[in-house]
């Protein structure tokens, strides 16, 4: 086949935003902590505390994993994801993901869609056993998310059980019996 005729799209014509780990610098510190901020202003079920979050996980050494969506030059998204322990403990690494920022502007255009992919990918490269997280089921059921019974979130009311939910990373089709805490990072604010 003759690629000379294969035409190369321009740059314009690519309007998804670049997914890349956040800057060791701390030079994306500030637009994580305003995108977060504008994100969960708009969010039904927001605590309000979510940049405050993010900040201690970062503070505390816990912010295990930190990817960011870049627009135009412009943070647009940001996705976490932190060390969780089981009790009892099942002898693998899980982590939770959260909080999970899209800021209004793009969402519904698969921003979120590629973060979650791209930090299930790293977990998956290295090694995680599993990941929990808190949230609308019908947002993570494409990505496999459910809620697993035996397994539960530590001091989460019964009413919200439903959005806890667990997705298993290596492959193994039973999840554990076990209480999940996330890091004192998450009782901020």
């Known amino acids: 086949m003759d690629t000379t005729t294969v035409p190369t799209p321009a740059p314009s014509d690519f309007n998804y935003p670049v997914i890349r780990p956040e800057r060791f610098d701390g030079a994306d510190i500030g637009a994580i902590r305003a995108?977060?901020?504008?994100?969960?202003?708009?969010?039904?079920?927001?605590?309000?505390?979510?940049?405050?979050?993010?900040?201690?996980?970062?503070?505390?050494?816990?912010?295990?994993?930190?990817?960011?969506?870049?627009?135009?030059?412009?943070?647009?998204?940001?996705?976490?994801?932190?060390?969780?322990?089981?009790?009892?403990?099942?002898?693998?690494?899980?982590?939770?993901?959260?909080?999970?920022?899209?800021h209004p502007d793009f969402r519904r255009q698969g921003t979120g869609s590629a973060l979650m992919r791209a930090l299930l990918d790293l977990l998956v490269v290295y090694g995680a056993t599993g990941v929990v997280l808190l949230g609308d089921p019908s947002l993570y059921a494409r990505f496999g998310f459910a809620p697993r019974p035996g397994l539960v979130m530590a001091g989460l009311p019964a009413e919200q059980a439903s959005n806890f939910q667990a997705l298993r990373l290596d492959g193994v089709a039973e999840y554990p019996a076990a209480t999940v805490t996330y890091h004192p990072a998450f009782d901020v604010g």
């Open 35 to 102: 995108l977060t901020a504008e994100a969960f202003s708009h969010a039904e079920h927001a605590a309000g505390n979510e940049s405050q979050i993010i900040d201690a996980l970062r503070n505390a050494g816990a912010l295990s994993y930190s990817l960011v969506a870049v627009h135009a030059g412009r943070l647009v998204g940001h996705a976490a994801a932190s060390r969780v322990t089981l009790d009892p403990d099942d002898g693998g690494t899980w982590y939770g993901i959260g909080p999970v920022s899209v």
